[in-house]
Nanobody, 127 residues
């Protein structure tokens, strides 16, 4: 049974950092493309980053490039999203999703191409 579980969200000040985790079970995380998405209140879910399986290429949304970093720990079957230089506009629920194969979908930022999702973790950036 494929399952994903996000954690690590919380309250951060502008300019602060958080590290989100996406723990996978029922499959080997490294064999699939994994995407992080976020959904702000009243807005559609948007793509943050996709990393291909097997250490393949990663794709970042322009507004998050240089601030957010995707990584994996294959031994723990867990993916991480490091959020730095947080802004109020980063507030939202963050989700990880698994694609059907090892390559990132094209286009990678469309949620319908990810078939398994976690329940999300809330990130609030406020002073």
């Amino acid at each position: 049974q494929v399952q994903l579980a996000e954690s690590g969200g919380g309250l951060a000040q502008p300019g602060g950092s958080l590290r989100l985790s996406c723990s996978a079970s029922g499959f080997a995380l490294d064999e699939y493309a994994i995407g992080w998405f976020r959904q702000a209140p009243g807005k559609e879910r948007e793509g943050v980053v996709c990393m291909a399986g097997g250490g393949g290429r990663s794709y970042y949304a322009d507004s998050m490039k240089g601030r957010f970093t995707f990584s994996r720990d294959n031994a723990k079957n867990t993916a991480y999203l490091q959020l730095n230089s947080l802004e109020s506009g980063d507030t939202g629920v963050y989700y990880c999703g698994r694609a059907m194969g090892s390559g990132c979908p094209a286009p990678w930022g469309v949620q319908k191409w990810y078939y398994f999702w976690g329940q999300g973790t809330q990130v609030t950036v406020s002073s």
